[in-house]
């Protein structure tokens, strides 16, 4: 019985999961100042029509301050941005995009 219900939940996730992905970059910097990209950001994601509470994430931000969150369905998302434990970012995006988010947070 067990066996049977672990297989249902994988399924249940691969039936909501798809071949989308959010991707982006995070730099710091302020107006009239150049951006340095921010390694070691923090990235979530939960879809905005999710009532559950379930995150996806974290995605780390890279040396370049590049992350790609994948398994996503069509739909509108809340992506957060965090910075040593700290909400930097917020904004709702749209899957599939069709380009990469360039996320400026503040210094």
């Known amino acids: ?9 994988v ?3 691969l ?5 989308y992905s959010v991707l982006g ?3 710091q910097g302020t107006t009239g100042t150049v951006s340095t990209a921010l390694p070691g950001a923090t990235v979530y994601v939960i879809a905005t029509n999710d009532t559950s509470g379930a995150w996806m994430g974290p995605v780390i931000t890279d040396a370049y301050g590049r992350f790609t ?7 509108t998302y809340l992506l957060r941005v ?15 995009s069709g380009r990469p988010l360039q996320i400026v947070v503040p210094r």
């Open 1 to 9: 019985m067990r066996r049977h219900l672990a297989l249902l939940a």
């Open 11 to 13: 399924l249940a996730l």
């Open 15 to 19: 039936a909501v999961s798809g071949p």
């Open 25 to 27: 970059a995070v730099y």
């Open 69 to 75: 969150v994948g398994g996503l369905a069509q739909g």
């Open 82 to 96: 965090f910075r040593n434990k700290l909400q930097v970012w917020q904004q709702v995006v749209s899957v599939p």
